[in-house]
């Protein structure tokens, strides 16, 4: 891979220590290069980077609000197109809380207009900057702050929400998941969804050493977990044209990702069996 | 120039394609739909080289406004109602980012029931957001209005979003003849956005929209109340350069017969016009009374409101909106500001017509008041 | 006095804020270990590992994720 002189987001950020957030945005931003300008959502990233008077930022940012950066990004787009400035590259940032809850009919819309920009949802699987909520995309049996364990609870009852596929189906050109423990592969789909006219998609699992309860060390090792678990699948859809881009080469049992965490941590045998199932189901499907 | 007959929302359209934006996000919605369909038309037939964003929502209109905005470029939206209740939150984030996006609010009640007719609860309800609020009297006053608009939020000492409030149906789907200024005469009048605070450009790279803690939150608010006060001089000043170019007398107030009046009516928007009507019936039966228009709504212009008042005894404010075991708005507003004897009326809610004869019963009530705040017209049975 | 809007006209000047204070433990490189896989740098949440591998303490926080993705076992980390 090649390692920048620079890093287009900047340390002295607030992200905790081993934050997954700030390895997404930084891997992005520097394949995106210096000619980019970055739109975020409210949510840990826009909190932690932007503390006036100090920016993590060595690109333009602007951020509004938490639901709107899809529209905000239209905005953008819009400005710097009718500018000429065609080849300045437009990337939002959002959480899962922003993408697939509260920003999805605003995301839905820009896709759907056709801008010519790229849309990375950096998914921690829940809402972390409020203190570890849960969204569409917390996933079955994690026990979050509004999906806690208890006597008659065993976390979050529903399974993660489908969203690249829900992106896939606007007929975007360009849908992809990643993860960042597997950097090679996200890179590059970030330069494929950068050089694809119109716009693109990229949804990121984003191992969060707070809201997932593992030591800030095993970021990326949870990543890779979730990949070779199957728990997590990474693949694209370009043009149309659907392909997984890693294979494990032997599946692990999904025990060996969910017992690394402690929001998984109280889930009895059959909790895993049934998860195992989706897993199973989810991978046969995929064609993993 | 040239002379139309047209509705206040093509006058408002004339004036955005005058106005240059370029970026134009907007959705429709009753009855600010024309302004959005006269301006798709504009652009598809290049009248205006603007790109007119097809959101799927008015809080994406007003996102995107930001966004466009944000980037450096002139912006125009428009909305109504619910869709201006909808923008609520990003109203606030805009102007507290000070963008200087201009907005025409066709002013429709709002749900629930549900209503499509006039009133101004909508834009009085966004009053405290941060945006300039103008209220309108006629479609040339919609036209010239949004023109201003640009020149004032755009100006350095100001920045600050502006608000062009048109009373909806009365203004919004009438016509009028319309003066509409030529180009020339507008681009001179009003330069091209080259902002200097605030733009997204790899080549010099800013962050926008930023988290600020104790330490600076409340000067970022204060320095929005010192650009809304001084922009009370800059109205006053653009209305002045407006003039000058195109011969049309505008302010912050327009006092109507004031002078001598020992009642004055204090209204916004369309009402004005049957209020100067009935100012001259009154006047004709030998009672003093008076009007005073006023325009800028936010800035709150008290000391041009306390030169036209000074001298009468009562004050009769009508209000299209109101604010529950208060009164309405604008009246309790001038309650605070306005040292005089001061009586509140609520009326023309939900497009109920405001007729004359409701009028005479807020000009009686003034005169043998019965309560500080009365509703005009309401059906007891 | 704040910027009108509070917008930031210093790119990157949040590494005025030295975040190594917030390390409990260090990352101490081994160079002789080091088999140049770059995963030190690539995954470094705070920047503070550069191209020939000096681990700058002035940011790290001593998350050791340059230590658990180290394959060749260079990276040590030693409480502070």
């Known amino acids: 891979m090649d390692i920048p002189d620079k890093d287009l987001l900047a340390p002295g950020h607030r992200g905790c220590a081993g934050c997954g957030a700030s390895i997404a945005v930084k891997l992005a931003l520097n394949t995106l290069g210096k000619n980019t300008v970055a739109i975020s959502a409210t949510g840990c990233l826009e909190v932690m980077t932007t503390p006036y008077p100090e920016t993590s930022w060595e690109v333009p940012f602007i951020h509004v609000a938490f639901e709107n950066s899809g529209a905000v990004a239209s905005g953008v787009e819009s400005a710097l197109r009718i500018q000429g400035k065609d080849d300045v590259n437009v990337v939002a940032f959002g959480g899962d809380g922003g993408t697939v809850d509260i920003g999805l009919q605003s995301l839905s819309g820009a896709m759907e207009r056709g801008h010519n920009m790229l849309y990375i949802c950096y998914d921690n699987e829940a809402y972390m900057n409020t203190g570890i909520q849960r969204s569409g995309a917390t996933p079955y049996g994690a026990s979050t702050t509004t999906s806690p364990k208890g006597t008659a609870s065993f976390g979050e009852d529903k399974p993660k929400k489908n969203m690249p596929m829900i992106m896939a189906a606007h007929g975007i050109p360009y849908v992809a998941t990643a993860s960042i423990a597997y950097p090679e592969d996200y890179v590059k789909k970030v330069k494929k969804a950068a050089e694809t006219k119109g716009p693109a998609y990229i949804h990121l699992q984003q191992p969060c050493t707070t809201g997932w309860g593992f030591p800030s060390e095993k970021t990326i090792e949870m990543g890779r977990l979730a990949v070779e678990t199957g728990s997590w699948i990474l693949y694209e859809i370009d043009q149309g044209n659907f392909e997984i881009t890693y294979r494990p080469e032997e599946r692990r049992p999904v025990k060996d990702y969910l017992s690394t965490q402690k929001r998984f941590r109280h889930l009895n045998e059959e909790h895993i069996e049934k998860i195992q199932k989706y897993v199973d189901a989810e991978c046969k499907e995929l064609g993993l | 120039m040239v002379k139309e007959v047209m509705t206040s929302n093509k006058a408002v359209a004339e004036a955005v394609r005058l106005a240059k934006p370029q970026v134009i996000p907007v959705y429709p919605i009753t009855p600010q739909t024309t302004i959005s369909e006269y301006l798709a038309q504009y652009v598809a037939d290049e009248k205006i080289d603007a790109k007119y964003v097809k959101v ?125 200024p030529d180009q020339e005469s507008v681009d001179k009048f009003l330069p091209p956005y080259v902002p200097e605070h605030a733009f997204l450009d790899p080549n010099e790279p800013m962050s926008i929209g930023n988290f600020a803690d104790p330490d600076y939150y409340t000067e970022a608010r204060h320095d929005m109340e010192v650009a809304m006060t001084k922009s009370m001089e800059v109205i006053q000043k653009t209305c002045d350069e407006f003039a000058e170019i195109f011969g049309r007398k505008y302010g912050l107030v327009e006092p109507y017969k004031t002078e001598d009046a020992d009642i004055i009516f204090v209204a916004m928007g369309s009402l004005c016009s049957t209020l100067r009507v009935m100012v001259d019936q009154l006047r004709e039966k030998g009672e003093k009374v008076g009007l005073l228009k006023i325009r800028a709504y936010r800035p709150f212009p008290t000391e041009a409101i306390n030169e036209a008042v000074k001298n009468c005894e009562k004050i009769a404010v009508i209000d299209k909106n109101f604010s529950f075991g208060i009164g309405g708005a604008l009246y309790a507003d001038m309650k605070v500001k306005i040292d005089k004897e001061i009586y509140g009326f609520i009326a023309g809610l939900g497009g109920r017509d405001i007729t004359p004869e409701a009028i005479m019963e807020a000009y009686e009530k003034t005169k043998a008041p019965e309560n500080d705040v009365t509703w005009i017209g309401l059906k007891e049975e | 006095m704040v910027s009108i809007g509070c917008v930031i006209k210093t790119p990157g000047n949040s590494k005025n804020n030295k975040t190594g204070s917030w390390r409990t433990f260090k990352p101490i490189l081994d160079k002789e270990k080091c088999i140049d896989c770059d995963n030190c740098i690539i995954f470094c949440p705070d920047s503070s590992v550069n191209k020939q591998h000096d681990i700058d303490y002035d940011y790290c926080k001593g998350c050791g994720i340059c230590a658990n993705e180290c394959p060749s076992d260079a990276i040590k980390m030693v409480k502070e």
């Open chain 2, 56 to 180: 799927e929502s008015e809080h994406s209109a007003i996102s995107a406004a930001v966004g466009a905005s944000g980037a450096g470029v002139r912006v125009f939206t428009a909305t109504s109602s619910q869709g201006l209740m909808l923008m609520h939150e990003i109203l606030f984030a805009a102007a507290g980012m000070r963008v200087p996006i201009v907005l025409a609010d066709a002013n429709r009640a709002i749900s629930a029931p549900l209503n499509i007719w006039n009133d101004q609860q909508d834009s009085i309800a966004q009053r405290d957001a941060g945006w300039l609020q103008i209220y309108v009297e006629n479609a040339q006053e919609a036209l010239d209005t949004t023109l201003m608009a640009y020149k004032v939020s755009e100006n350095p000492d100001i920045l600050l979003p502006s608000m062009v409030c048109l009373d909806g149906f009365i203004l919004t789907h009438t016509v009028e003849p319309v003066e509409i």
